[in-house]
């Protein structure tokens, strides 16, 4: 027997959208697809709509927000654009970059969605359906992933209506998301330009793209984090992480990658990519981690990724996932 379907998961079609700005413009969330991962979406400019999100995610409230634009027009306003920052926009946007960038003496952005920082976090999501959601509700949406708090982050629409329950009015479906992984942060605050947090941008395609090198340097640990990326336990399952596993428990479930000669166990066996792509491998991860979350096992073992490009997010995100809770 099939489960009946969502009422709250709707085809992004003309309807749907107008739905959703309707509840945007109420104060309400709705979630939507992005490149990377489905985002929680709400008026970045509504103080008690930002309020509700938080409280929705049990997100704890220093953790500033991603604010979402359609087009850099709409940043006028919002934030302060450097010559470096446009370049990074026009090379990178719409795509899988969030700038950290100071924010404008005007900026409409409500105060708990950056934390009470001078600075505020912008990306042109590379989605057919946020754009289109963007541009009709004509507002900058604040949008983390669309999951509790410290928990994975959503691939697919059920992902989302999972983690987040009747919470959310309405989630917007466009499939499985082609990333898998978050956006790359990258500060353009500092005097340098440094990556807070890796993501579906590489420092090879950033170091290319804005012709100087650029590195990752987490901020340092202070009473503002200022990535949730950044705090040692994130993007959790449930079960129990054990990292670069050449042989799993017979109780375990065994991420695999690449070949799996040499990798030996596991209950449940499942590969992030057969033919070791990385790209593959990024967009499988926390689909992958979500099944194999919900079996009998034990724990997730997982095999060892190589640390290059997208691999350095894949294990950032598997490390988070490991550390102690
Ligand atoms: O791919 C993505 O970035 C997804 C999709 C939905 O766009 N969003 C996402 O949002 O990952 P979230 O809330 O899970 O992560 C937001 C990150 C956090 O690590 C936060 O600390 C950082 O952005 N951030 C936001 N504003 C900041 C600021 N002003 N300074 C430093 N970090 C900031
Ligand atoms: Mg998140």
């Not at 104060?27 to 992005?34: E, K």
């Not at 928990?151 to 329950?165: E, F, I, N, Q, W």
């Not at 200022?226 to 399952?237: D, F, V």
């Not at 099944?291 to 034990?298: H, I, K, N, P, Q």
Request: charge should be neutral.
């Amino acid at each position: 027997v099939l489960p009946a379907p969502n009422p709250q998961i709707m085809l992004p079609d003309a309807a749907a959208l107008q739905t959703a700005v309707a509840l945007l413009q109420a104060g309400h969330c709705v979630a939507f697809p992005t490149e990377t991962v489905y985002g929680l979406g709400v008026d970045a400019t509504q103080d008690q709509a930002v309020a509700a999100l938080y409280a929705l995610k049990g997100r704890p409230s220093f953790n500033p927000l991603i604010i979402h634009v359609a087009d850099v027009a709409q940043l006028e306003g919002l934030v302060v654009l450097s010559p470096l920052a446009q370049l990074a926009a026009q090379r990178f946007w719409p795509g899988a970059l969030t700038l950290i960038l100071p924010a404008a003496p005007t900026c409409p952005v409500a105060l708990l969605a950056r934390a009470g920082l001078p600075s505020v976090a912008v990306r042109i999501p590379d989605h057919p359906v946020a754009l289109a959601l963007l541009r009709a509700v004509g507002r900058p949406l604040a949008a983390p992933s669309a999951n509790r708090s410290g928990g994975l982050s959503p691939t697919t629409p059920l992902h989302v209506a999972h983690s987040l329950g009747v919470g959310v009015p309405l989630i917007l479906a466009g499939g499985k998301t082609v990333l898998g992984v978050e956006s790359t942060i990258l500060d353009l605050t500092t005097p340098q330009p440094v990556v807070r947090r890796y993501g579906g941008v590489s420092l090879e395609q950033l170091s290319a793209g804005l012709g100087q090198p650029v590195r990752y340097q987490a901020s340092v640990a202070d009473a503002t984090p200022t990535a949730p990326g950044q705090l040692s336990s994130h993007y959790a399952p449930q079960k129990p992480v054990r990292l670069n596993v050449t042989t799993a428990q017979a109780d375990e479930a065994f991420l695999l990658f690449g070949a799996e000669l040499g990798l030996r166990g596991g209950a449940v066996r499942l590969n992030l990519s057969p033919t070791g792509d990385l790209y593959a491998a990024a967009a499988n991860l926390f689909a992958m981690l979500h099944v194999l979350d919900a079996t009998g096992c034990s724990a997730i073992a997982v095999a060892a990724i190589p640390p290059l490009g997208l691999g350095l997010a894949i294990n950032d995100r598997l490390q988070r996932a490991a550390a102690p809770r």
